[in-house]
């Protein structure tokens, strides 16, 4: 820790972003009341680098870890500028550098992706705009190979104002954890004059990104005290299901970027996994669903690698 009583969080600058680093300074000052929490916000170079797609930012970055959304953090971490990084879980590479550890999640929120749409009864003809591949993916299976896209880049609020200002785009998706904690998701909404509709998607037909929905907590390996302080506001649920998700991603040998939706929940005592994982050539994803022992989530994220099959 920077000192004995105080605490620097270091964020991204989005207002998603600064949700969550308050999300994480709110647990953390019910526990530890006398805490002095400080924080510390960071542009790192997915911020940057909005003049290229998403999928292509390590590339041209030169981030061979895609770490794209998390390496400057992580640099403040090394150099003591901040004690905790405070990230979106589905941002951060499926393996850390030996020299950080994840050591707390908070309860995750909703998981699922949200079609939202200029039309109430969109039918998935038109244009759909996202900068995920996955997404992508899952929506031509969804609504057919007649869909065409564009692609899509900025914090959520832009976002929704870039669906407005294209009238040949017909509709975006979000997911819903992000809408929800900037107090933006309902059913109708208004941007710029233009009603907006929105609707969550099946998770069985558009599986979530590894972490989706998660806020994770990073820190440096050596740093004893504050592991311990992070520990202590730790969903023990949520991170089941994040252990399983990104252990599936680590043997899949995939990364940030990677087509693939990995979601884990917790069903009565049991922990089910599903994933759907494309490859280049092939329309139709490889997917598999398995459940198992909810104390066991590493042997779960095995099992489903095991037993990935094609549909």
């Known amino acids: 820790m920077t000192s004995k009583n105080t ?7 989005s207002a998603l972003a600064l949700a969550q680093a308050d999300m994480v300074r709110a647990a953390l000052s019910a526990l530890h009341p006398g805490l002095d929490i400080r924080r510390e916000i960071i542009r790192t170079t997915g911020d940057r680098r909005m003049d290229v797609p998403l999928a292509d930012v390590a590339r041209v970055s030169g981030i061979v870890d895609k770490g794209i959304f998390i ?7 090394l150099e003591g500028r901040i004690d905790v990084a405070v990230h979106s ?12 550890r994840l ?5 995750r929120a909703a998981a699922e992706d949200v079609l939202i749409t200029k039309e109430p009864d969109w039918n998935g003809r038109g244009t759909l705009a996202t900068g995920s591949v996955r997404r992508r993916l899952m929506a031509r299976t969804y609504w057919g190979r007649q869909l065409r896209f564009e692609d899509l880049r900025g914090n959520v609020p832009t976002r929704l104002e870039k669906l407005v200002e294209h009238p040949e785009w017909d509709a975006v998706i979000l997911a819903k954890a992000g809408l929800e904690r900037l107090g933006l998701y309902a059913p109708e909404t208004v941007v710029q004059g233009r009603k907006l509709y929105m609707r969550p998607l099946p998770v069985e037909a558009f599986i979530p990104a590894v972490g989706q929905g998660i806020v994770g907590m990073e820190c440096r390996a050596s740093d004893r005290k504050t592991k311990e302080l992070l520990a202590g506001i730790n969903d023990v649920e949520t991170c089941a299901c ?3 998700e990104r252990t599936f991603l680590v043997r899949l040998g995939a990364s940030c970027s990677t087509p693939v939706g990995v979601y884990a929940c917790l069903e009565g005592d049991e922990l089910v996994l599903r994933a759907a994982y494309y490859v280049p050539g092939r329309e139709e994803p490889f997917a598999v669903v398995v459940c198992g022992d909810r104390n066991a989530p590493e042997a ?5 690698f095991e037993k990935l099959s094609p549909n």
């Open 103 to 107: 050591p707390a999640v908070l309860p």
């Open 242 to 244: 994040g252990v399983a």
């Open 7 to 13: 605490l620097i969080i270091g964020t991204r600058g």
């Open 89 to 100: 879980l589905k941002d951060v590479p499926s393996e850390l550098a030996p020299e950080f």
């Open 300 to 304: 779960l994220g095995i099992l489903a």
């Open 71 to 77: 390496k400057e953090l992580e640099t403040a971490l």
